[in-house]
């Protein structure tokens, strides 16, 4: 059995896919699995157990008519491998496309109503409601597929290689951390960076036995300055420093997150590490952090949530601006007791 999975990004709905993954390989061991996904984000999966291989979407490279060639070459290796089946958990027209030329002997795909890719596949799995988790969506594909949707599954296996260089590369990485992440993609995801640093302040002297470390890609350099700044000797600024699988392990060996809406949220949820969630215009229902949906803090405001990345409420933010650092304290303090 040949299967390709299409999910090429993004980080948070990659992670939310990997169950997926997880309950084929339990219940066909001897199936052949390959994942379609972005190449900036390849290296989260290259390497995995479960994987026969990680085929490259060249996202950036392949939106130039210049290397169409290469991209014709990696349509006509995924034709050759012959699939069995096609699953495609992004269902947006691009994967559609690739999953059609892919040629499988069986396509399955979500009925995402946005860019039709629906006309690509031969089965359709529907989202049961509208605040039907994102994970529990893409499992549904499975049953269909005859395998078995049972027990729990570790989406995440640990890398001992990348967790001894994390550890060889920052000693201190052997201590008691909470993890914050500051960033986000869309700037309405984004937590104040004030508030973050106020954050820190109230922790510090409540937690003497935990250090911070500050999460977040080159762009989140300047938040991560910022909050490191609130106690210089217990904060550890990793912004822009840390490859993806070393972010993992980094996440890994943390007791606690405190999180914006965004990718490395849902990885410490898979590795079933304690979150607390600030959660602005998007629904945590349908893309919160897994099975942690009562640890997220959200403002009921009449626009929330309004899925959109520019702010037109009349206070601009007030969705997240007005999550005060006392709330997040105490809710950090709880998750810390009953951990």
Partial sequence: MKILILKPSSLGDVVHALPVLRL???????????????????????????????????????????HWAEMWRSVRWLRRQCFDWVIDLQS??????????????????????????????????????????????????????????????????????????????????????????????????????????ELVRLLAPANPEFQFAVLGGEDGRPLGEAIAQAAPARCLDLTGRLSLPEMVEWIRLAELMVSNDTGPLHVAAALGKPVVALFGPTEPRRTGPYRQLDHVLQLNLPCVPCFKQRCRYVKPFECLRAIPPAAVFEAVQKRLGQA
């Fill in 92 to 197: 947006l027209l691009r994967s559609g496309v690739f999953a059609w030329l892919a040629n499988g002997r069986l396509s399955i795909g979500l009925d995402e109503p946005r860019e039709g890719a629906r006309g690509f596949y031969d089965h359709i799995v529907r989202r049961p409601s509208a605040l039907t988790h994102a994970a529990d969506w893409y499992l549904r594909v499975l049953p269909i597929l005859g395998v078995p949707v049972d027990g729990e599954v570790a989406s995440l296996p640990e890398r001992p290689a990348v967790a001894e260089s994390v550890r060889r590369k920052w000693p201190a990485a052997r201590g008691r951390w909470i993890i914050l992440q500051p960033g986000a993609r869309w700037p309405t995801k984004r937590w104040p960076v004030e508030s973050f640093t």
């Fill in 24 to 66: 084929i390989k339990r219940h066909l061991p001897g199936s052949e699995v390959h994942w379609w996904i972005d190449s900036n984000l390849a290296p989260l999966l290259e390497g995995d157990p479960d994987l026969a291989s990680v085929v490259r979407f060249e996202r950036q490279r392949w939106a130039s008519p210049r």
